[in-house]
Each structure stands twice: as structure tokens, then as C-alpha cells.
């Protein structure tokens, strides 16, 4: 029997409410399976990864900590995918962004002043953008892939990090440790709310979550982007540069990863470390897409993808769960979300219907 999937006229928001339900609850009910397979508890560690992160302040502090960063990259990424431009290399970009920032502690250790982090963040976003100008040339003018441009340019940001870390900028009293001297304080951002490790850069994110929303909402600019991923011949026709698309997409999604960066380095990290690469960027991605690549929809699934980051620590020690079924729970969310999605936009329709 054929079958084919149509595209709906128009997706009800009923549909739309009902897919993002059955979502959490496939993936939810397919990782208590498979944590059972794994040997742990399955009520226990749902309950430490989806609960846990919400019983104390604490934990909740740590929460808005990881959503700071998801939330300030997957803006940056959902501007490119909403046209059609896939920067997947917002990992390689947030490590130049924590290199470019760390430059000024690192090379000026006893400077004191104001002006120290602020500068970090402008560099952090500069260095971001360079790495993405990368795949942005060579997409424009070589008409090379950015997803593997961007992918492959992760691996190399993560060589970078680990020459310098284990050459010039290694830490001389730092017991062999591949790590930076520690920053002097006024290199750290100012914390946010006291008594946590919460700093400033949740408002970085929120403001670029304001500002992704005017631009993609609200501006002729956003429109043309959009317009040139749904319909680039008709963008075209309309005098749309589809180059600039490309370069645009790329060096906002750039900026945003390398700010991200920089706040880590300059925030919890207070140093260069391997560990400020641990997989935001590619988080971001899942988070992105989970927000239906939409400003506010980003806002609410970057805090669901921190809270499972946190809930995946507690469950690791009160459930013994391995770290990578963390990830896999991630993944399982964007693959039942997708499927959810399509069969929102679209109906499966077979026999004679399908032929058609």
C-alpha cells in the first residue's frame, strides 16, 4: 500500500499543543525503558533528572546558570536555520570567543579596572564572528557546505585550545594542569543574584532573546532572511542578496556562541579550561529546534535542556546513571519532537490518495 505525507493547509495550534504533549511524554516514558535497561531505578531517576533541579534554590541557581549560555547560542543558531543557513560549529566558535576574552587576563594579570570584562565580552563576540566569517567566505564564494565547514572548524578550535592550554598559556604553578592562571576579580562578571554563582550574563541572554525577536518578528531585515529560506529564487527576484543571508546568519549566530564563551570563562570557569567546551554548542542546536526556531519557544525549551543538564548530575549520583544517557534523553526529545512536528504540518494519506 503507498503512502505519502501532504502538507496541512494551515497546522492548528490544537495539533501543535498536542505534539509538544506527546513529545515530553514518549521521551519520558522511552527513558524510564531505557534507564531500566541500563540497571537504574527508573522512577528514581526520572525523578532526580525531571525534579530534583526544582527542590532547592540551589539547584535552581544552577539551572538559570547552563540556561544562560544555551539560551544566548541557540538565538544566535535559530536566525541562520530560520534561513536556511546551518552553522553547526557554534561549539568551535564559543572556544575562540573564551580565547579571545581570556587574552586580556592572561596577558595583563595585575590590570585592574571597570573596563576588563566588558572588553572580554566585545572580544569573546569578535572572536566568535571571526571563526564563523570562516565557512561564511568559503560558503559565498566557494559554495562549500557550512555544516561541514563549521563542524570540522570545531575540531580545530578544540586543537587550538588544547596548544594553548598546554604551551604559552598554561599556568606555570598550576600543577601540570592543562588550565590558565586563575582571572584577577575585575576580569569575573558581576554575579546576579547573591549567595548563587548566577552572573549578568542570563541578562546578555535575555536581551538576546529580545532582540532575536524584534529582528525576526518585527524588521524588514528579519523578513528578508525568512523570505530567502522559505523561497530563495523568489528572494532573489526581490533584489535579496542571498550572500548576504549567508554572512549575516553565520556572524550573528558567531557572536552570539563566542559572547557565550566569554561569559564562561569570565563567569563559573573564572579561568581557561578545557571543560568550557562541554557541548553547549551542539545543545544549542536541540534547543534551537525544540523552540520551533522561534525567539520565545527558545526561551523555554533552553530552560528545559538546563534543567536536564542539572537533573542529569543528580541522577548520575543518586541513580548511577552514565553521563551519556543524558545525552541520549536530549536526543530522544528532537527526535520525537521532529516527528511530532511533521506529523503536525503534514497528513499521511495512502492508497489512492497518495498516487495523487
Same mark, same amino acid.
Given at each position: 500500500?503507498?503512502?505519502?505525507?501532504?502538507?496541512?493547509?494551515?497546522?492548528?495550534?490544537?495539533?501543535?499543543?498536542?505534539?509538544?504533549?506527546?513529545?515530553? *511524554?514518549?521521551?519520558?516514558?522511552?527513558?524510564?525503558?531505557?534507564?531500566?535497561?541500563?540497571?537504574?531505578?527508573?522512577?528514581?531517576?526520572?525523578? *532526580?533528572?525531571?525534579?530534583?533541579?526544582?527542590?532547592?534554590?540551589?539547584?535552581?541557581?544552577?539551572?538559570?546558570?547552563?540556561?544562560?549560555?544555551?539560551?544566548?547560542?541557540?538565538?544566535?543558531?535559530?536566525?541562520?536555520?530560520?534561513?536556511?543557513?546551518?552553522?553547526?560549529?557554534?561549539?568551535?566558535?564559543?572556544?575562540?570567543? *573564551?580565547?579571545?576574552?581570556?587574552?586580556?587576563?592572561?596577558?595583563?594579570? !595585575?590590570?585592574?579596572?571597570?573596563?576588563?570584562?566588558?572588553?572580554?565580552?566585545?572580544?569573546?563576540?569578535?572572536?566568535?564572528?571571526?571563526?564563523?566569517?570562516?565557512?561564511?567566505?568559503?560558503? #559565498?564564494?566557494?559554495?562549500?557546505?557550512?555544516?561541514?565547514?563549521?563542524?570540522?572548524?570545531?575540531?580545530?578550535?578544540?586543537?587550538?585550545?588544547?596548544?594553548?592550554?598546554?604551551?604559552?598559556?598554561?599556568?606555570?604553578?598550576?600543577?601540570?594542569?592543562? =588550565?590558565?592562571?586563575?582571572? =584577577?576579580?575585575?576580569?569575573?562578571?558581576?554575579?546576579?543574584?547573591?549567595? !548563587?554563582?548566577?552572573?549578568?550574563?542570563?541578562?546578555?541572554?535575555?536581551?538576546?532573546?529580545?532582540?532575536?525577536?524584534?529582528?525576526?518578528?518585527? #524588521?524588514?531585515?528579519?523578513?528578508?532572511?525568512?523570505?530567502?529560506?522559505?523561497?530563495?529564487?523568489?528572494?532573489?527576484?526581490?533584489?535579496?542578496?542571498?550572500?548576504? *543571508?549567508?554572512?549575516?546568519?553565520?556572524?550573528?549566530?558567531?557572536?552570539?556562541?563566542?559572547?557565550?564563551?566569554?561569559?564562561?570563562?569570565?563567569?563559573?570557569?573564572?579561568?581557561? =579550561?578545557? #571543560?568550557?567546551?562541554?557541548?553547549?554548542?551542539?545543545?544549542?542546536?536541540?534547543?534551537?529546534?525544540?523552540?520551533?526556531?522561534?525567539?520565545?519557544?527558545?526561551?523555554?525549551?533552553?530552560?528545559?535542556?538546563?534543567?536536564?543538564?542539572?537533573?542529569?548530575?543528580?541522577?548520575?549520583?543518586?541513580?548511577?546513571?552514565?553521563?551519556?544517557?543524558?545525552?541520549?534523553?536530549?536526543?530522544?526529545?528532537?527526535?520525537?519532537?521532529?516527528?511530532?512536528?511533521?506529523?503536525?504540518?503534514?497528513?499521511?494519506?495512502?492508497?489512492?490518495?497518495?498516487?495523487?
Amino acid at each position: 500500500m503507498r503512502a505519502r505525507l501532504i502538507r496541512r493547509e494551515r497546522a492548528s495550534a490544537r495539533a501543535a499543543l498536542f505534539g509538544i504533549l506527546a513529545t515530553l *511524554a514518549l521521551s519520558v516514558v522511552t527513558s524510564g525503558v531505557l534507564f531500566a535497561a541500563l540497571g537504574a531505578p527508573p522512577l528514581r531517576a526520572l525523578h *532526580a533528572l525531571l525534579i530534583d533541579p526544582f527542590l532547592s534554590w540551589g539547584s535552581f541557581s544552577e539551572v538559570l546558570l547552563k540556561m544562560a549560555p544555551l539560551l544566548m547560542i541557540a538565538q544566535g543558531l535559530a536566525i541562520g536555520f530560520r534561513a536556511k543557513v546551518f552553522n553547526i560549529g557554534a561549539e568551535g566558535q564559543l572556544i575562540l570567543g *573564551a580565547i579571545f576574552a581570556s587574552a586580556i587576563p592572561i596577558w595583563f594579570p !595585575t590590570a585592574t579596572g571597570g573596563w576588563i570584562w566588558p572588553l572580554m565580552m566585545v572580544l569573546g563576540a569578535l572572536g566568535g564572528m571571526l571563526w564563523a566569517a570562516i565557512p561564511a567566505y568559503w560558503r #559565498s564564494h566557494l559554495n562549500a557546505s557550512e555544516i561541514l565547514v563549521t563542524l570540522m572548524l570545531s575540531l580545530v578550535a578544540a586543537q587550538l585550545l588544547n596548544y594553548l592550554l598546554l604551551g604559552p598559556w598554561k599556568d606555570p604553578a598550576g600543577f601540570n594542569f592543562p =588550565q590558565s592562571v586563575m582571572f =584577577q576579580w575585575d576580569a569575573m562578571l558581576p554575579t546576579l543574584l547573591p549567595g !548563587t554563582r548566577v552572573n549578568i550574563s542570563l541578562l546578555f541572554a535575555l536581551a538576546a532573546t529580545l532582540a532575536a525577536w524584534l529582528y525576526m518578528q518585527h #524588521s524588514f531585515g528579519g523578513y528578508r532572511l525568512l523570505v530567502g529560506g522559505l523561497a530563495p529564487r523568489a528572494a532573489s527576484y526581490a533584489g535579496f542578496s542571498e550572500n548576504r *543571508a549567508i554572512w549575516l546568519s553565520l556572524l550573528i549566530g558567531g557572536a552570539a556562541a563566542g559572547l557565550a564563551g566569554a561569559a564562561e570563562v569570565a563567569g563559573p570557569l573564572g579561568q581557561l =579550561q578545557r #571543560s568550557v567546551s562541554t557541548g553547549y554548542g551542539y545543545s544549542a542546536i536541540i534547543v534551537a529546534y525544540l523552540g520551533g526556531l522561534n525567539p520565545i519557544g527558545i526561551l523555554f525549551s533552553s530552560f528545559l535542556l538546563a534543567a536536564l543538564f542539572i537533573g542529569g548530575d543528580s541522577a548520575m549520583v543518586s541513580a548511577g546513571l552514565p553521563v551519556a544517557a543524558v545525552r541520549v534523553v536530549q536526543g530522544l526529545l528532537l527526535v520525537f519532537y521532529l516527528g511530532g512536528v511533521t506529523f503536525v504540518r503534514y497528513r499521511l494519506v495512502f492508497g489512492k490518495g497518495a498516487e495523487a
